[in-house]
């Protein structure tokens, strides 16, 4: 296993061919973005110079059988949000994540389901010690919930894990345009 958290694939397949001309075609910013394995919220406030505001589109709970085993009968929480700045209101990330909440601390999980709080700045403000892991990135199509978003044109992603004790705990996706900054 690589110590850093984004690493070129090295395989020949098509994919990762795709992969590593994507991350040549990138500006260092958009770079520096995908590759952040730290809060990606504090992030966007330090390139943007306004506090960032999540909205919650959507929380459910996924009653549907899931393809991971689970430890006990709690089925996951799905919860989308827009990251916008505070003071234009410019949308620039639309994220959706799967949490498991018995993973979590009950005041955490609770806050998730009840709050607009960033998930990172949540986890970072009670000082839980985790680590993420990227399982993957690249291009795609905006999902239909990311509004503001041209729904023709490709965004960045990426997708990776929220690890605490050991156990991936929520797994998250971010979407944001090319260009941003």
Not at 2 to 30: C, H, M, V
Not at 138 to 164: D, H, M, Q, S, W
Request: charged share 25%.
């Amino acid at each position: 296993m690589s110590s850093s958290f984004l690493t070129l694939p090295t395989e020949t397949t098509i994919e990762a061919q795709q992969k590593r001309a994507l991350w040549i075609s990138l500006l260092p910013i958009e770079k520096a973005l995908l590759a952040t394995d730290g809060s990606f919220t504090l992030l966007l406030e330090a390139l943007s110079g306004e506090k960032i505001q999540a909205q919650v589109v959507s929380l459910a709970r996924d009653h549907h059988d899931t393809p991971r085993p689970r430890l006990d009968n709690t089925p996951p929480l799905r919860r989308a949000v827009l990251l916008h700045t505070s003071t234009t209101k410019t949308i620039l990330v639309y994220a959706t994540s799967i949490i498991t909440p018995s993973c979590l601390p009950s005041d955490i999980a609770k806050s998730l389901e009840e709050s607009d709080e960033p998930i990172g700045l949540l986890l970072r403000s009670k000082r839980l010690e985790t680590f993420r892991e990227l399982y993957d990135w690249g291009l795609c199509l905006p999902p239909a919930l990311a509004t503001g978003f041209n729904r023709n044109e490709k965004v960045l992603y990426r997708t990776y894990a929220i690890i605490l004790q050991g156990r991936p705990c929520i797994k998250i996706t971010e979407y944001f345009r090319r260009g941003l900054y």
